[in-house]
């Protein structure tokens, strides 16, 4: 039987249930950059989502843009904000195609690692800044019941609930229900209720079953429901040099439902593995936002999607000898997504971005008895979309070792394509005569079909020298991040086509920027994994890495009163930087510093309007920084097996938030804790987070010529009880 790692849990075995069937479980002896949380880290200091992650590990950043829909992740210097991921997320080995889902509540969770810089020679697709690898708890290893109710401000509540049970020494199974609820933590001036509140839950059952000696198939299926406001962006008001308050007329939302179900299926023998990961992933979610964030009728927008997804992925490993391995895969996906974003133009939308600009620039010349209007106080541009894409791929990488010396390389053969059928529509009714009721119809149609491509070869090559010191490593591996399509954009095209009828000019509009293409980097990595006493207290892993990019998709926002935003690919950029994970343990005390510091910038960059080479990266930041300290009370056994005090700090740099670099988010730093007490079958805890209340922004755009940001979360309290039986 395994130990029970003395700082968790008298009852929960501590070790590593599930590993990967492509990486080690060992990220002391990797040729690259990891940092793994185990359940002990994630639950004794209530890190609720992959975003409470951000500078526990080096240069990962995922902040918090106001909903569960935005989950946008920035490692050493590159991510995107809409649409393809820079990191692959994989749970129990069955990947999450659409970043929609990347923010779920970490619950029964048997540990998190963060792989950093490429990965795509393993993973493919939209890795070309590393993977995020979850994996849940096994009932095969652990079986009882675990509950948990936890209290907040805000009127936070939290409960989890699970079973694990076994039957036999080869079949195992749980379900695990969780639910969340939060009043929210800012109020919108303008409704006089808080925007950002809401409920989620999810359900997850999983049976593992061993049928013969070597062979294991394990199904995991997880059932999710969230509906929350959101979107709490704050309007910088010039005249006073200050954020106003949030204020804006119509209500935000994001629903969301999914369903996935992963069947992994593993065969192995003295010497080989076969593994075979099928999954399927089904999203249903509701966006409805005010999208001028103003106390004002400019426009709504919603955005529904409905979309399945299949995966499929056979790995095969072989151990040639105790000196040489081979591993080989083939894979492929298929996804189709049903879109439909419509925009909903209000009155003082309406007068603003179509009437005023139409009459100013084009009507005066017909005299002064002319002037453009409409019939309606309001209409809507239906913009509906199914997008699919489809893709293959195959992989062989091999390792070889000799004396002290590890030689890993391997290359993957990449192929993907998608496309998107687009049919955009309005209908209003419009007069140029004043005072006029005689209206004409005047129905405007955009549709079409565009097509994307991307044949990919994505090598990589290791080598590392190690011993049971630890090891040092040298690497250079190429990474690949889809291109897309540009939904957002077609409401601003069919405006331009609008107006293009009213006046005339019936000109056939390119779609051509609907299109933005694959970004691609080589990653270059020089790095040590060190546990130089012979205790093995002193962990310590250290790396310096050089980006070189091609393609860089960008979020722009368009200058003057555009209402939409669009992905576009900048020429070249670099990034580069160091980074350093330190923990250390010392009789009741365990340490953890993370360190990271990245330098990323424009190579090449014509915007058209400007020349922005040499500029930094927007939306990354430059440094990022956590400790942590652990310190076990020694008290008698007749109070507490377990009294555990959790003292954390985390520090993010500065982060331009523009392509032009004149805004910036400068230096903040957050302090948390954490008091567990565990005694038998019971515990309590009592936590809280952003102990100073500081306040800081954690986004910026720009739109209809205003400014807006988004403020991170207050001081948080809270106090949970725990049962394990």
Not at 119 to 133: D, K, P, V
Request: proline residues 3%; charged residues 20%.
């Amino acid at each position: 039987m395994p130990l029970v790692e003395n700082i968790d849990s008298v009852l929960l075995q501590a070790v590593d249930i599930v590993s990967s069937v492509k990486l080690s479980s060992d990220d002391a002896a990797a040729s690259y950059s990891a940092t793994s949380l185990r359940r002990v880290d994630i639950e004794n200091r209530h890190l609720n989502s992959v975003k409470e992650f951000s500078s526990l590990v080096p240069n990962f950043y995922q902040p918090d843009y106001g909903s569960r829909m935005t989950s946008s992740i920035y490692v050493r210097g590159f991510g995107s904000r809409m649409d393809q991921p820079v990191v692959g997320m994989n749970i129990d080995g069955v990947p999450v195609l659409n970043k929609n889902s990347y923010d779920f509540e970490l619950f029964d969770i048997d540990r998190v690692q963060v792989v950093r810089g490429a990965q795509s020679t393993l993973f493919g697709r939209n890795t070309s800044g590393g993977a995020i690898n979850v994996y849940t708890m096994s009932p095969l290893y652990f079986q009882g019941k675990r509950f948990t109710l936890e209290y907040g401000n805000a009127n936070t509540v939290r409960v989890k609930a699970s079973h694990y049970g076994k039957v036999g020494d080869d079949f195992g199974w749980s379900v695990g229900l969780y639910y969340n609820h939060c009043d929210g933590f800012f109020a919108n001036k303008e409704t006089g209720n808080n925007c950002d509140g809401g409920d989620n839950g999810a359900l997850r059952f999983r049976a593992v079953w061993r049928p013969v000696y070597g062979f294991t198939i394990d199904n995991i299926f997880t059932a999710g429901y969230t509906a929350e406001g959101g979107w709490a962006y704050r309007n910088y008001d010039y005249s006073i040099g200050k954020l106003a308050p949030v204020a804006y007329n119509y209500d935000c939302s994001y629903k969301r439902f999914t369903i996935s179900d992963g069947i992994v299926m593993k065969y192995s023998t003295e010497k080989a593995t076969l593994s075979s990961v099928t999954g399927y992933c089904y999203l249903d979610d509701k966006m409805q936002i005010d999208n001028d964030f103003l106390p004002l009728d400019y426009f709504t927008m919603g955005q529904y999607q409905k979309e399945h997804s299949v995966t499929q992925e056979f790995v095969y490993d072989y151990a040639v000898d105790e000196f040489f391995d081979i591993q080989a895969g083939l894979s492929g996906f298929y996804k189709r997504n049903n879109m439909d974003a419509p925009v909903n133009f209000k009155e003082y939308g309406i007068e603003n971005l179509i009437l005023k600009n139409a009459n100013e620039y084009y009507y005066y010349l017909l005299g002064d008895d002319r002037e453009l209007s409409f019939k309606e106080n309001e209409f809507t541009i239906d913009d509906d979309f199914i997008i699919s894409g489809y893709g293959a791929a195959a992989y062989l990488q091999g390792s070889a070792e000799f004396g002290g010396f590890k030689v890993n390389a391997g290359v993957r053969a990449d192929y993907e394509h998608s496309a998107m059928d687009y049919y955009s529509k309005s209908l209003v009714h419009y007069t140029t005569l004043k005072g006029s009721n005689d209206y004409t119809p005047l129905n405007t149609l955009f549709k079409g079909r565009n097509k994307l491509n991307a044949f990919e070869i994505l090598p990589s090559v290791s080598v590392s020298y190690g011993g049971s010191w630890g090891n040092v490593y040298a690497s250079a591996r190429r990474g690949f991040k889809a291109g897309g399509f540009n939904t957002q954009l077609f409401s601003d095209i069919l405006q331009n086509k609008m107006i293009g009828n009213l006046i005339g000019n019936e000109s056939e509009i390119d779609a051509s920027s609907t299109v933005y293409k694959p970004e691609t980097n080589w990653c270059y990595e020089l790095g040590t994994h060190i546990s130089p006493l012979d205790n093995g207290n002193l962990d310590i892993s250290a790396s310096l890495f050089y980006i070189d990019c091609r393609n860089q998709q960008l979020t722009v926002f368009p200058e003057g009163e555009s209402t939409g935003r669009m992905m576009s690919n900048a020429g070249k950029s670099f990034s580069c930087g160091a980074e350093l994970a330190v923990r250390y343990r010392y009789k009741q005390f365990k340490f953890d510093v993370a360190f990271g510091y990245t330098h990323a910038e424009f190579l090449e960059y014509n915007r058209g309007d400007k020349d922005l080479a040499g500029n930094i990266l927007p939306y990354a930041p430059r440094e990022t920084m956590s400790a942590n300290v652990a310190y076990r009370f020694p008290v008698p056994k007749n109070f507490a097996n377990i009294f555990v005090l959790n003292v954390g700090w985390n520090a993010v740099g500065r982060i331009y938030w523009n392509e032009e670099n004149t805004l910036a988010q400068n230096y903040y730093d957050l302090w948390s804790a954490s008091l567990v007490w565990e005694k038998g079958h019971f515990g309590a805890s009592l936590w809280g987070k952003n102990l100073l209340n500081r306040e800081y922004n954690t986004f910026y755009f720009r739109s209809i010529k205003n400014d807006f940001f988004a403020q991170g979360k207050p001081l948080q309290l809270g106090v949970s009880f725990h049962v394990n039986l």
